[in-house]
């Protein structure tokens, strides 16, 4: 079946703009994650969804940064205001029913460019 | 949280030879040891994991070996290929903090040449 999907594939954007990043996880898959990666930072957690349950927010870095998930299947990652430093790719895993043990795939990624 | 440290950070083997990266953590109740594959311009793919109750896992010519005494595992490819050229992450899953979400390692650029 289809992996994660996301888009846009690359967006390049100025300084100040807001920004909207989408994920489409596999179907079926109840958790939903999103991660970015920045050279020389790797790989950071950014936030968590599982069900109908509050979302794991704690890896935001800051209030510009927020993140819906409609309906238990698509998500939608905004970026307020954006600045240099949020120039990334910005990955969107999913995996079955989100326990600790449970394979996460990855998605293609959205290569950010803030100029 | 958990803290992660991935050595080496490149590693160059000619075609055939073995590689070895070794991924150390913090967590001791972690409990959950992926590696992941991250070609140039896509997503971190799982190549393999293991998990507590074991210490060595194999799969062709990966293994993936666990020692939670001393908090590290490690990342075994046997008859490297052009093809295993990539990234490679660990991402070990710690309990405390929450055990969702993955902790990367700083990634082992691995270049397979011939």
């Known amino acids: 079946g289809a992996g994660v999907s996301q888009s846009p594939s690359n967006k390049v954007t100025e300084k100040g703009k807001d920004v909207e990043l989408r994920c489409d996880p596999i179907s079926g898959h109840t958790a939903l994650y999103w991660y970015r990666q920045s050279l020389g930072q790797g790989l950071e957690f950014l936030i968590y969804f599982q069900g109908n349950s509050a979302p794991d927010k704690s890896g935001l870095p800051s209030d510009r940064f927020s993140a819906e998930r409609t309906g238990g299947s698509v998500s939608t990652l905004t970026i307020q205001r954006t600045q240099q430093e949020d120039s990334a790719v910005y990955l969107c895993?999913?995996?079955?029913?989100?326990?600790?043990?449970?394979?996460?795939?990855f998605g293609p990624g959205t290569r950010l460019l803030v100029l | 949280g958990e803290n992660v440290e991935q050595h080496p950070s490149t590693l160059s083997v000619q075609e055939g030879d073995s590689a070895v990266i070794k991924c150390t953590y913090s967590d001791s109740a972690s409990n959950y040891f992926p590696w992941y594959k991250q070609e140039l311009g896509k997503g971190p793919q799982l190549i393999i994991d293991i998990r507590s109750n074991v210490g060595e896992k194999k799969d062709q010519r990966i293994a993936v070996t666990l020692n939670k005494t001393a908090k590290h595992f490690s990342l075994h490819i046997t008859e490297t290929q052009p093809e295993d050229s990539a990234v490679y992450f660990c991402?070990?899953?710690?309990?405390?903090?929450?055990?969702?979400?993955?902790?990367f390692g700083t990634g082992t650029q691995l270049k397979v040449e011939l």
């Open positions: 991402a070990p899953r710690g309990v405390t903090g929450g055990g969702n979400k993955l902790t």
């Open positions: 895993a999913s995996s079955l029913n989100g326990g600790s043990q449970e394979t996460q795939y």
